[in-house]
């Protein structure tokens, strides 16, 4: 019932950006509005990148907080990730999750309370 979509993946070369986001439904932010964004490089491990509290705070990982800004549009159901300055090794499948959120996730691995989207790929070329 809980569905979670990501688009907004792309390629853009080094230091240009791109504005992901996430629609859920099967619930709403009212009621539940823990969600972050998640990313693995190809072979490399599932880091959690930036995230929403149940009280609309946030916190990002280390080296992203001035680039990256993760926000919320409470009526229409969905978190964004808007990224700057985009570095090849942001290069990634990114994951939208929500629920119960820890830093250190297995992306896609769904719980009793953790859902994830489908991911989206942000290739940065040279």
């Known amino acids: 019932e809980v569905h979670l979509v990501e688009s907004g993946g792309g390629s853009v070369k080094a230091g240009g950006s791109l504005r992901l986001s996430c629609v859920a439904s099967?619930?709403?932010?009212?009621?539940?509005?823990?969600m972050g964004w998640v990313r693995q490089p190809p072979g490399g491990k599932c880091l959690l990148i930036a995230r929403?509290?149940?009280?609309?705070?946030?916190s990002y990982m280390y080296d992203v907080e001035d680039r990256f800004t993760i926000s919320r549009d409470i009526a229409k159901n969905t978190i964004y990730l808007q990224m700057n300055t985009l570095k090849r090794e942001d290069a990634a499948t990114y994951y939208c999750?929500?629920?119960?959120?820890?830093?250190?996730?297995?992306?896609?691995?769904?719980?009793?309370?953790?859902?994830w989207g489908q991911g989206t790929q942000v290739i940065v070329a040279s």
């Open positions: 929403f509290y149940g009280d609309g705070t946030t």
């Open positions: 099967g619930f709403s932010f009212g009621g539940f509005a823990t």
């Open positions: 999750v929500a629920g119960e959120i820890t830093w250190n996730m297995d992306c896609g691995r769904p719980g009793p309370d953790r859902y």
